[in-house]
């Protein structure tokens, strides 16, 4: 079983209307709402591939009841905590041009709440195969949150794909998580360095035993015990982006699961990412494009020379 | 004891944040949330006032529970019937230039389900000393909604003040509420005239007992059985206007309750509004200004002169 972990739940509302004029009243079209957060996305990409998650994390008050009666709908097991906060919504208001996010803050979490998550979590870490940690922290959580879920997965031997960005991800390298993945942004932020190789190097030099970084259009940037890997899609991918670095990790998670080679669990990230941009909602896949693209993805040896004196990642 | 009808509940949430940048991610500072809807807003300043209103309408799902859970923590006695479908949230998004407004479409209404509200009025009635019908009309209901509902208080002897607009304030005269509250340009929508003396006038000419148009800074203009009058604040009233309406309301609602003789009463609405406007926080009143407004409000006989051969309002 592939165990999800969701500390910053969400109820992601999506709001359709025409025009949103900024600074008047506008009256919404039709609202849509499902169960978020990357983890629980994450958990929603691999039920979709036949893969049925464990989705474990903090939910509080009834927005909190709303995402977990969201799961029970998509049928995603549920094994999240209660905490006494109110679980945050992101709205996304989509005109006929573009889309406004709003993003509420998270709840407070107490610290006798962030110990019984980690009661539960030790329970259900037996019957993991893979462990996924995603998505940003909510206030109240030590900085170094991520960092011990890493270690007690390690603890049972069990691999951690770890998304998270800045000191979140930064505090847990120490752990040695199984993989983590920056987008390019995520990476020059928590190193400094604006090239992308680079600053996937220094994330392994601190302890992340892969490196995963997505691009956008031009795919990952791989850096993994195995060896470095350029992986881009056939070509430019038309569509919306929402939801491809979730797939990416949900890939990614099953290939660690399966024991697959890194290049066919890279060419299969890259696949299922671009099936996602292409789809027409946003977090979903186009299955039949997902098919064809796993045969076009094109998997390169990277082969970036290192300055004399490094070491190579 | 006043009974005030909400049958488009809503939960109001108002997001801070510095600056709202549209087409873009946008992360909410703070999040507030409060009971909705124009009734339940009346039944906040009847409360504000020492009197304690009772609260029915339409309440449904999670959002439904949030707006339940809210007025039990006002102290506002709860009436509500539910009904299956979700309650509607309303998103101010609040940045340091101006207000941005979201409005969610209500939960369809059921044939069953307004039948059982009828049912539940009716049992209500009985204990009502004035009735207070606002808002909008969700999804489902009959356009003559409040015709049914003043028809039944009528029965009852108990008069209506009713704020609404558009149709169902036009389908609600002829069952002759004894107020209604438009504003400038819901008299203009309603009646095609931009007069709002004219537009009062035809207001009465088609049912209502008396009209109390509210003209923003210019305060109110009454047209009732016992005269007409143009009432103003003292000067210009700077703030925030949201929630003005709702206090005239209540203040009306008293006035009538208490058998206040016409320029008492609306002396009150118009000293209640702009001590709302002066408030910082929308819909609540500056109980101050309140009492220093109430000697300073003036209050003129109307004396518009009618075509000849056209009888006076």
Redesign the interface.
């Known amino acids: 079983m592939i165990l999800t972990v969701t500390l910053n739940a969400a109820l992601d509302l999506t709001?359709r209307?025409p025009d949103?004029?900024?600074?008047?009243?506008?009256?919404?079209?039709?609202?849509s709402r499902q169960a978020g957060g990357k983890g629980i996305n994450v958990a929603r990409v691999l039920a979709a591939l036949g893969h049925v998650a464990t989705v474990t994390g903090l939910v509080g008050g009834?927005?909190g009841?709303?995402v977990r009666?969201e799961l029970a709908e998509a049928g995603l097991p549920d094994e999240l905590i209660a905490v006494a906060g109110e679980t945050r919504r992101t709205?996304a208001?989509a005109d006929d041009?573009?889309?406004?996010?709003?993003?509420?803050?998270g709840p407070e979490i107490s610290p006798p709440e962030w110990q019984r998550f980690l009661g539960h979590y030790q329970h259900l870490l037996p019957g993991a195969s893979v462990v996924v940690l995603s998505g940003s922290l909510p206030p109240g959580l030590p900085v170094d949150a991520y960092r011990r879920l890493v270690e007690r997965a390690r603890a049972h031997g069990v691999p951690a794909v770890l998304d998270a960005d800045g000191p979140a991800l930064l505090h847990a390298l120490p752990a040695r998580p199984a993989v983590v993945k920056p987008n390019a942004h995520e990476l020059t932020a928590a190193t400094g360095s604006k090239d992308p190789a680079e600053g996937a190097r220094r994330l392994r030099a601190a302890g992340a035993e892969a490196v995963i970084a997505s691009l956008g259009p031009d795919g990952l940037l791989a850096l993994t015990p195995e060896g470095r890997w350029r992986v881009r899609p056939p070509g430019v991918v038309p569509g919306n982006p929402t939801g491809a670095g979730d797939s990416v990790v949900a890939a990614l998670a099953l290939g660690l699961a399966g024991g697959l080679p890194w290049p066919e669990r890279l060419r299969r990230a890259v696949a299922l990412s671009a099936a996602t941009v292409l789809a027409p909602q946003a977090g979903r896949f186009d299955a039949e494009a997902h098919h064809r693209l796993l045969t076009q993805v094109r998997v390169e040896e990277f082969d970036r020379t290192y300055p004399q004196g490094e070491p190579c990642p």
């Not at 041009?97 to 803050?105: A, G, M, Q």
Request: no cysteine; hydrophobic share 40%.
């Open positions: 709001y209307l949103l004029r900024p600074h008047a009243s506008n009256r919404v079209r039709s609202v009834a927005t009841r709303s009666a709205v208001v041009r573009d889309t406004t996010v709003l993003l509420e803050p």
